[in-house]
């Protein structure tokens, strides 16, 4: 803002070469090439809403696979439980029966635990900070085109950061 505010909107067009995070450079670029704060706003959190809709699919996959994986271990210690039963008459079969049931149902549980739901978790909280920043930058970018006070932007910014 600092940089809007000597040189012009134009003087940030080197700063929109320069950056490497692809909707910072497109809110600098939109701003560079002289869009309406409310034709702004709204490209941007279009651009938003899809990116946050796409990451958080990816996020409920994992979540997805959570949810069933205790299933298929039920369904396993099932099928073991079946190998044992065809196999009462001769003791000497039950323990593998017996032994791939538990299995089945520890992998289930185990993975669904302590991999797949952590997993899901882990991914929303990165969409959710990611959208939060994406956020900051469209108010930072439209604050800027309104030609707010460098100060203010910076105290309105700070908001999104506690």
């Known amino acids: 803002s600092n940089i809007a505010r000597k040189q ?6 080197p ?3 320069r950056e ?3 909707f910072v450079k497109r809110g600098l670029q939109l701003v560079v090439d002289g869009g309406e704060p409310e034709n702004i706003r709204a490209i941007l959190e279009v651009e ?13 996959v994992f979540e997805g696979m959570g949810i069933y994986a205790p299933t298929l271990g039920i369904i396993g210690a099932v099928l073991g439980l079946m190998a044992v039963m065809q196999n009462l008459a001769d003791p000497s079969k039950l323990g593998t029966g017996i032994a791939a049931a538990f299995t089945a149902t520890v992998y289930g549980i185990g993975l669904a635990n302590l991999f797949f739901l952590p997993v899901a978790g882990k991914l929303k909280g990165i969409v959710a900070e990611q959208t939060q920043m994406r956020e900051l930058v469209i108010e930072g970018v439209v604050s800027i085109v309104l030609g707010e006070n460098p100060r203010a932007i910076e105290s309105k910014l700070n908001g999104f950061l506690h």
Not at 48 to 60: I, W
Request: aromatic share 0%.
């Open 8 to 13: 012009g909107l134009l003087g940030l067009e």
């Open 48 to 60: 938003l809403d899809v990116r946050e809709h796409a990451d958080t699919r990816a996020a409920k």
């Open 20 to 22: 490497e995070d692809p």
């Open 15 to 17: 700063l929109a070469e």
